[in-house]
Each structure stands twice: as C-alpha cells, then as structure tokens.
C-alpha cells in the first residue's frame, strides 16, 4: 500500500525541510515532529548521525514514491531554503541551551558545503550569516568554546542587523584576530602602510577593501591618535556600545 495517498501529503515535508534548512528547526525539532506529531518512523533509528535533509527524503519516499520528486523539485524552485539570521539565532540559544549538540550545529550549518551537492539552495542574503556557516564554523582558527557561541549570539541579535560591522565582530570574536586588528590598524592609523597596504589585510581577514570596510571613517578620524584603537576594537568587536 505503498503508493495510497497517505493524510500527510508532501507539502509537510518540504515546510519541515524549509525550516531546517532556514534554520528555524533543530534536528532535534525535526526528529519530534517526526517521530511525535504525526507518529512517523525514519528507517535508521534516530541516533544513526544521518544529515536531515536525506532523513527527511528518505522519509517521505517510503510514505509515497511521488513525493521525493515533489519535494525536491520544490527545493530546486525555492528562494527560501538558505540559513537566516533568525535560524542562526534559534539554533544558538538551541546549543546554548543544552537542546542541540556542536556537531548537529556544525551539521546544519555546513550542509550545502559540498560542491558535490545540488541541493537547490538559495544563495545567502546575508553575509554575515554566510561567515557564519561557510567559514566562522568548519573553519574556527581556534577551537570554539560557549564564550564564542555566546558572543556570536549577541552578535546576531543586534538590533542594527549591519551586515558588514557583525561580519567583522565576528571575526574578532578570537583574541589573535583582534591582535592581529591592533598591528595592521595601528600601523595604519599611524602613518606607517597606505590604504592599499591595509588591502591585503583587510580582503584576507573580512573580504573587504578599504572602501567597503565599514570603520574606515573612524579610522580618519583618529589617524596618528592610537589611543584611541582600543575603544573601536571593542566596538568593532561588539565588546561594548557601536562605533
């Protein structure tokens, strides 16, 4: 009876998708829906490490053989698949709450990663969030720790949402960076590299040059002055109030 029309139809998997892949959902949240709401069972036991997305396919194609086209045609059309701000946000205070694990983060967050993959996947629509998931977390130049996770959420929940300003804060959300940000800066400001020498720190540390960077004018503003760095390090930081 494989092929009977089941009561859920495959519009309800492809909103679960939706929402893990936007990040509004944990697995966790997924895995209850699943196993709770609607009483369903995934093939493997729900400790097998399997990446939801193909969980979630696998799923719904033994309810219904239709329904894995369905849903990933829906995918491939779709402009709201991509992780969100508010997806990073819920999937933080998840870990920070002892309801989601770091690797199930990391597993969400890195999903589309490999070019192997063609998932159908927007592109990101902010950049922090694009750091965030592409590089900040397969990539931390230091382990992270629940100080990091911690910084990063008040980070993601400013209420100034300036993509390019929590981009850099969340760079320096590691001691070396910010020394790093002191000795090219201060160089900098002091007189000592042009703008196009502080290019080459710039675009490799945040992506940016010296006409996207968003402290530049700060930086005018305090040129042969560096008493004045520490404060917009904890600002850039979000260490304390924006600069």
């Not at 939706?18 to 709401?37: N, S, W």
């Not at 194609?61 to 991509?82: P, R």
């Not at 205070?93 to 927007?122: C, F």
């Not at 720790?145 to 981009?167: E, W």
Request: with cysteine; aromatic share 10%; proline share 6%.
């Amino acid at each position: 009876m494989k092929n009977k029309m089941p009561p859920v139809t495959s519009v309800y998997f492809i909103s679960l998708l939706k929402a893990y892949l936007r990040g509004t959902k944990t697995k966790q949240e997924v895995l209850q829906d699943l196993y709770g709401e609607i009483n369903l069972q995934p093939v493997d036991p729900e400790d097998s490490g399997e990446d939801v997305t193909r969980l979630l396919l696998r799923t719904a194609a033994n309810m219904h053989e239709d329904y894995y086209q369905e849903i990933v045609g829906a995918l491939t059309q779709a402009k709201d698949s991509a992780p969100t701000r508010e997806g990073v946000i819920h999937q933080l205070e998840a870990l920070l709450a002892g309801h989601t694990t770091q690797a199930e983060l990391l597993q969400w967050a890195t999903w589309h990663n490999d070019p192997g993959e063609d998932n159908g996947t927007s592109y990101f629509d902010d950049l922090a969030v694009d750091y965030f998931c592409t590089q900040l977390l397969p990539n931390p130049s230091e382990p992270l720790t629940t100080a990091h996770f911690t910084q990063a959420l008040k980070i993601f929940k400013n209420p100034f949402r300036d993509q390019l300003k929590d981009k850099v804060a969340l760079v320096l959300l590691f001691e070396k960076e910010k020394q790093r940000f002191l000795f090219y800066v201060g160089d900098y400001i002091q007189g000592h590299t042009a703008p196009e020498q502080l290019d080459v720190y710039l675009l490799n540390k945040f992506g940016m040059d010296h006409y996207s960077f968003p402290y530049m004018s700060s930086l005018a503003d305090m040129m042969y002055d560096p008493s004045k760095l520490p404060a917009l390090l904890n600002a850039a930081a979000q260490s304390s109030s924006r600069q």
